[in-house]
């Protein structure tokens, strides 16, 4: 899946839960845009977390097989 935002920044932090709150993934984004490979992970909701030290940023997204 392949995430973009319009936030001006080198580098943010982000954090992807399932929607029962546990951590599925988290690491450092460059630029402004993120890709994760989410082949394995459960069918289901979820929701990542973009953060910096200016402003933070949440989305939804669904994963169906």
């Known amino acids: 899946?392949?995430?973009q935002w319009?936030?001006?920044?080198?580098e943010s932090s982000y954090q992807?839960?399932?929607f029962h709150g546990q951590l599925v993934k988290e690491g450092l984004?460059?630029?402004n845009?993120?890709?994760?490979?989410?082949e394995n992970w459960d069918a289901g909701a979820y929701f990542i977390i973009l953060s910096?030290?200016?402003?933070?940023?949440?989305?939804?997204f669904q994963i169906q097989h």
Request: glycine residues 4%; contains cysteine; hydrophobic residues 40%.
């Open 52 to 60: 910096n030290n200016q402003q933070s940023v949440t989305a939804t």
């Open 6 to 10: 319009s936030m001006n920044t080198a």
């Open 29 to 31: 984004a460059i630029g």
């Open 33 to 38: 845009e993120l890709v994760l490979d989410c």
């Open 16 to 18: 992807v839960h399932n």
């Open 1 to 3: 899946i392949r995430f």
